[in-house]
């Protein structure tokens, strides 16, 4: 299986898979409105207002598995992300990223990108909001970020891609 077969549904509730992505660097990232972290959708705004046209595509997944930090409807998600960020990215449904109920998206990053923060040995589930993915052109796994690397910081692994 490779990433662009996996399905999904955008914020609009439109089932899609990600082949409309195939040839782009990708920067899948678990989000949520009210954490600590929701500030770094400038960040990620400010990279696709950037690299966009040079070919990377940032996909935006809400989850509220942690803390209860993205409990609006589909509607509220999208309208305050373009209300306090300017949101252009595309956005899709709440999703589950951890667990036996986990999206077969999320626990295909997980295997391809296992966790590398500390503590050492630590299972692969995703620690928290923000948690980011970059994915090749080839569409390959090629790193995974931790929620604390700011979007700035991911800016020359993307160079190299693109």
Not at 131 to 154: C, H, N, Q, Y
């Amino acid at each position: 299986m490779s990433i662009y077969d996996f399905k999904t549904r955008r914020l609009n509730g439109q089932e899609t898979d990600l082949s409309p992505y195939r040839g782009k660097v990708l920067l899948i990232v678990n989000t949520a409105s009210q954490c600590g972290l929701t500030p770094q959708y400038e960040g990620l705004q400010k990279l696709y207002d950037e690299y966009r046209e040079q070919g990377l595509e940032i996909l935006g997944f809400p989850c509220n598995q942690f803390g209860a930090q993205e409990p609006g409807t589909h509607e509220e998600i999208g309208e305050f992300c373009k209300i306090n960020y300017g949101v252009t990215f595309p956005l899709f449904e709440k999703t589950v990223v951890n667990g036996p109920d986990a999206h077969p998206l999320y626990k295909y990053l997980k295997e391809q990108a296992p966790f590398q923060g500390e503590p050492a040995g630590s299972d692969d589930e995703i620690k928290w909001n923000f948690t980011k993915f970059l994915i090749g052109r080839d569409g390959s796994v090629v790193r995974r970020f931790e929620p604390s690397a700011a979007p700035a910081e991911l800016e020359p692994a993307i160079r190299e891609l693109l």
